[in-house]
């Protein structure tokens, strides 16, 4: 199984960037997602990175570092709607996911 | 339908009773799950199914249990509710096509 960290809360000012850090154990990783979830929703898919590196799509960023068990997701340009639970979620196998507990970002005007 | 639907949205539930959670896709995705999402906890899956005809136990399976008879459908019932499920249900699909589960709307459980 695995054991994933993230920080419980986040603020940040509108405009700014924020940093969300994961880590991980896992006997058999096979992907780090990340989800992001507002309050009374879904959770719906951000990034997925499988190798090392930097993925990015539009304002967001996620990097991984497989030997060191760790991934961060990158907010540029923070808006009011960013505001939100950030989950990451490791891969094991072919299917299923074990996700943190969840980062709430509020961002502040 | 578009997507994956859950119903129903929102339940109130007697100790002792028995729940049946539906969850529908139609997307054709082989592979669907049930997760609970508690306050500080995240999300937990509870059972899986890769593909029509086969289940696996999550990681807090127990007082639940799943089918799954076709693709698009994949019910999950409590036999009978204990107040420790009072959660939200979250039902997900993937396939091999695609990395990433995408989320039904979720289900509002309390159990009193």
């Known amino acids: 199984g695995q054991n994933i960290d993230q920080p419980t809360e986040m603020t940040a000012t509108e405009g700014a960037i924020v940093q969300i850090n994961c880590t991980y154990q896992t006997s058999g990783f096979n992907g780090l997602f990340w989800y992001q979830q507002h309050a009374g929703e879904a959770p719906t898919f951000l990034s997925y990175?499988?190798?090392?590196g930097l993925e990015e799509k539009g304002r967001f960023s996620s990097f991984l570092s497989r030997s060191k068990g760790y991934s961060y997701l990158l907010l540029k340009e923070l808006q009011m709607k960013d505001s939100a639970s950030y989950l990451c979620a490791v891969r094991e196998g072919d299917y299923k996911l074990s996700f943190g507990a969840g980062t709430t970002v509020t961002v502040r005007a | 339908i578009a997507g994956i639907t859950q119903a129903p949205t929102s339940q109130i539930l007697a100790a002792g009773r028995r729940m049946t959670l539906r969850c529908t896709q139609d997307?054709?995705?082989?592979?669907m799950y049930w997760y609970r999402q508690d306050l500080g906890l995240g999300l937990r899956l509870i059972h899986y199914s890769n593909t029509a005809g086969t289940t696996g136990k999550g990681e807090v399976p127990d007082g639940y249990s799943v089918s799954r008879a076709n693709t698009d459908d994949f019910p999950l019932t409590l036999a009978s509710a204990v107040p420790s499920q009072t959660s939200v249900y979250f039902c997900a699909s993937s396939d091999s096509a695609h990395n990433e589960q995408f989320f039904g709307p979720g289900t509002r459980l309390t159990v009193l």
């Open positions: 997307m054709r995705h082989n592979a």
């Open positions: 990175n499988v190798l090392d």
